[in-house]
């Protein structure tokens, strides 16, 4: 129990250091006309969140040299790539109309950004760690019907508003001027001169809640409000037909063992009927014992990486837009918790010495958190921030609850029918839901999103199989163990031959 307390510390105390390391080491104070880091991430179709591109893949100016900026684990499994921009923007100092640089734009240059506006491409910037979005060009339909007569245009004027207390920035927001445009319609060589203003305004907002801005659009408390009553109703819901079934379950068993007792006073030759039937089958080794025992030990890995990033989620670690945050701890976690999956599996294999499946187990389970996937997958696969991670542990709570109560009470029905194959079928009954699951992922790609286009549909379908998998593992874990649990039990509380 002390081995394995340090090892909790030990992968929080990485993780989270390994999380922090994100930042770019500045202490953000500045004295006048100090360079702030302003860097240009990355340019994308806004439907299509998955889809990001470096900034300078369009045809923007660079106003000179373009230095990537040295980036940690996370920022570069999160697919940013920051580079330095062409505005600067030094601290307190205001600027009107500045050219921050000019480009001769080519025929192709047009048709590029032309195809960028008609995607609805924006771009992404951080200044002083905050980020700054903006659409790149709009698109000007003004009541005609048919596309050949649009007309597209690129915004080359930026506003930029900061907010400042004493010696640090607060907050930074960005305008384009839709008066200041270069038109794209026709394939003809054109002249940008990109310009922007800078106007400093002070505030008394601390820099230590300089971030509540960002997590303030979903925990609204008209938002909330709706939120939790969803919850709530889908978890009351979950727990009514789980005690129910809970209910029944134990009033057969207790029907049963008080039968078994009597038949036992009654006649020593009568005939075994039930669960009980299979006392000597029912702890048989399973098919494919090395699978099953790897299988195992991989979804008691990922619960236990579940388990950490609750922990870190609860306590602050995920606030908006650190980035890479959560990709770094979800590989200093799964490499440090790697040795979890090998000590599961072998000590099972062990054990071990050495298929039908009712699909629709998994209904219940996915009962409890389809309405919680629908802000998952806002937040995942589209621009909307997550950041009620106290709902969400509830949800994950909720979800094992009933995944093994569903489990156990098959398992109960398996016996009962003298069936005692039930090793695989526990498992593959509590990770069904990993179905259900990428059965929503088509609902919502089709039914709630904008997303198009092979990359991202590759993208969203792919990594979703991947994640689908991983719950599959995880809760069919939790399953076996809860039916493991379940049939030891009942066959303790019997004396059979």
């Known amino acids: 129990m002390e081995d394995s307390l340090k090892f909790l510390v030990l992968a929080l105390l990485i993780s989270s250091c390994a999380i922090h390391v994100t930042s770019d080491g500045s202490d953000h104070r500045y004295k006048d006309n100090d360079v702030v880091p302003l860097y240009a991430n990355k340019v994308g179709?806004?439907?299509?969140?998955?889809?990001?591109?470096?900034?300078?893949?369009?045809?923007?100016c660079s106003g000179g040299d373009v230095k990537e900026k040295k980036?940690?684990?996370?920022?570069v499994l999160n697919g940013d790539r920051l580079v330095s921009a062409p505005y600067k923007l030094e601290f307190r100092k205001e600027k009107e109309?500045?050219?921050?640089?000019?480009?001769?734009?080519?025929?192709?240059?047009?048709?590029?950004?032309?195809?960028?506006?008609?995607?609805?491409?924006?771009?992404?910037?951080y200044y002083d760690d905050l980020p700054i979005w903006g659409f790149i060009g709009k698109v000007d339909k003004d009541g005609k019907s048919d596309p050949s007569e649009y007309k597209y245009s690129l915004y080359k004027h930026i506003h930029f508003a900061v907010l400042y207390n004493k010696d640090r920035v607060i907050e930074i927001s960005a305008k384009t001027d839709p008066s200041s445009v270069v038109d794209l319609t026709e394939d003809k060589e054109a002249d940008a001169d990109f310009t922007y203003t800078v106007k400093w305004t002070e505030t008394d907002i601390p820099f230590e809640k300089r971030m509540d801005k960002y997590s303030q659009s979903s925990s609204l408390p008209h938002h909330l409000e709706i939120h939790w009553f969803s919850i709530i109703n889908s978890c009351v819901t979950v727990l009514l037909l789980t005690g129910f079934l809970a209910t029944i379950l134990m009033r057969v068993l207790k029907n049963d063992f008080m039968k078994y007792a009597q038949d036992e006073e009654a006649a020593d030759d009568q005939e075994e009927t039930g669960w009980k039937y299979i006392h000597g089958d029912v702890f048989r080794f399973p098919k494919y014992k090395s699978v099953f025992a790897a299988a195992l030990g991989s979804g008691t890995q990922l619960f236990t990486l579940t388990i950490f990033i609750f922990m870190l989620a609860l306590v602050g670690v995920f606030y908006p837009y650190n980035r890479g945050a959560l990709f770094t701890a979800l590989v200093v976690i799964y490499a440090l918790t790697s040795g979890?999956?090998?000590?599961?599996?072998?000590?099972?294999?062990?054990?071990?010495?050495?298929?039908n499946w009712m699909a629709m187990a998994g209904f219940l389970p996915f009962s409890a958190i389809y309405i919680e996937l629908y802000y998952i997958f806002a937040s995942v696969w589209g621009h909307r921030i997550y950041t009620i991670y106290s709902i969400l542990f509830i949800v994950f709570i909720i979800l094992l609850i009933v995944t093994?109560?569903?489990t156990v009470a098959l398992t109960y029905f398996q016996l009962a029918a003298e069936d005692h194959e039930w090793w695989w079928r526990s498992f593959l009954c509590g990770g069904s839901t990993g179905l259900f699951i990428y059965a929503y992922c088509l609902y919502y790609y089709y039914a709630r999103s904008d997303m198009s286009g092979f990359m991202q549909t590759s993208f969203f379908f792919g990594y979703m199989a991947c994640i689908c998998y991983g719950f599959f593992l995880m809760l069919g874990m939790v399953g076996f163990r809860a039916a493991l649990l379940f049939v030891r039990h009942i066959y303790r509380s019997i004396k059979c031959e």
Request: proline share 4%.
């Open 45 to 60: 179709p806004f439907h299509n969140p998955s889809e990001t591109y470096r900034y300078f893949d369009l045809p923007f």
């Open 71 to 75: 980036e940690a684990l996370g920022e």
């Open 97 to 125: 109309s500045e050219v921050a640089c000019s480009k001769k734009l080519t025929k192709e240059d047009v048709a590029k950004f032309r195809e960028a506006v008609k995607k609805d491409y924006y771009f992404q910037m």
């Open 340 to 355: 979890i999956a090998g000590y599961t599996a072998t000590a099972f294999y062990c054990q071990l010495e050495g298929t």
């Open 404 to 406: 093994a109560f569903i």
